[in-house]
T-cell receptor, first 111, second 114 residues
Framework: RKEVEQDPGPFNVPEGATVAFNCTYS??????FFWYRQDCRKEPKLLMS???SGNEDGRFTAQLNRASQYISLLIRDSKLSDSATYLC????????????FGTGTRLQVTL | DGGITQSPKYLFRKEGQNVTLSCEQN?????MYWYRQDPGQGLRLIYY???????QKGDIAEGYSVSREKKESFPLTVTSAQKNPTAFYLC?????????????FGDGTRLSIL
C-alpha cells in the first residue's frame, strides 16, 4: 500500500460546481497534513493545513478523519482558476523530517 | 521578500557532465530538501538536511550529491552517474523550530539532457 494515495483524476467539473477530493494515508501515527496546489510546470504552493477539527478558508474546506486515515478537500463554487493539481501531503512526525507527497489529483474546471 | 531562490530555471547537461543546481533561502529555516518530479508523477525526495553540515539521503539519492556549508544554501549536484537526469527539480525549506509546519518551495529548475 502506498504511504499516501490519491485518485489521480482528472476531475472535470463545470464552473460553480462543488468538488471533493479524498486522500488516504497508511501511517496511523502521522501528525500533520496539508493540501498543496500545483499548476502546470510550476512549483507546489501551500493551499491549506488540515487541522483535526476541520478548517475552512473561503471556498475551501479541509477535513481529517484519523479513524479512517483520510483527509479531504472540498471546493465550493469552483472557478476556472481552480484548475490545477492538488497534492495531499503528510508529515509522519510533525517535525522537520521527511514529508510524504501524494501524486496529486488533477482538477479541470470548465465553462 | 523572504523566499527560496532556485537557479538556473533551465539547465542542459551533456553526457558525462556534472551540473550543480543552486538553492538559496532567506527564511532562516534550518531544514532544506531536494525533490525530483517527472512528468505526471509525484515528488520524490533526493536529499534533505535538517541542520548545517549534516544531510541525509532520501529515496532516490543515487547519482546525486549535496552540501550544506551554510544555513541559507543547499546546492544539488547531478553527477554523470545519474543516467536519467531529465526532470523538474524542486528545492524546499521548512522551519525546524516549530512542529507541524509546511514546506515552502522554490520555483524549480528544469534539467534536460543535450
Amino acid at each position: 500500500r502506498k504511504e499516501v494515495e490519491q485518485d489521480p483524476g482528472p476531475f472535470n467539473v463545470p464552473e460553480g460546481a462543488t468538488v471533493a477530493f479524498n486522500c488516504t494515508y497508511s501511517n496511523s501515527a502521522s501528525q500533520s497534513f496539508f493540501w498543496y496546489r500545483q499548476d502546470c510546470r510550476k512549483e507546489p504552493k501551500l493551499l491549506m493545513s488540515v487541522y483535526s477539527s476541520g478548517n475552512e478558508d473561503g471556498r475551501f474546506t479541509a477535513q481529517l478523519n484519523r479513524a479512517s486515515q483520510y483527509i479531504s478537500l472540498l471546493i465550493r463554487d469552483s472557478k476556472l482558476s481552480d484548475s490545477a493539481t492538488y497534492l495531499c501531503v503528510v508529515n509522519p512526525t510533525g517535525t522537520a523530517s521527511k514529508l510524504t507527497f501524494g501524486t496529486g489529483t488533477r482538477l479541470q474546471v470548465t465553462l | 521578500d523572504g523566499g527560496i531562490t532556485q537557479s538556473p530555471k533551465y539547465l542542459f547537461r551533456k553526457e558525462g557532465q556534472n551540473v550543480t543546481l543552486s538553492c538559496e533561502q532567506n527564511l532562516n529555516h534550518d531544514a532544506m530538501y531536494w525533490y525530483r518530479q517527472d512528468p505526471g508523477q509525484g515528488l520524490r525526495l533526493i536529499y534533505y538536511s535538517q541542520i548545517v553540515n549534516d544531510f541525509q539521503k532520501g529515496d532516490i539519492a543515487e547519482g546525486y550529491s549535496v552540501s550544506r556549508e551554510k544555513k541559507e544554501s543547499f546546492p544539488l549536484t547531478v553527477t554523470s552517474a545519474q543516467k536519467n537526469p531529465t526532470a523538474f527539480y524542486l528545492c524546499a525549506s521548512m522551519d525546524r523550530g516549530l512542529s507541524n509546519q509546511p514546506q515552502h518551495f522554490g520555483d524549480g529548475t528544469r534539467l534536460s539532457i543535450l
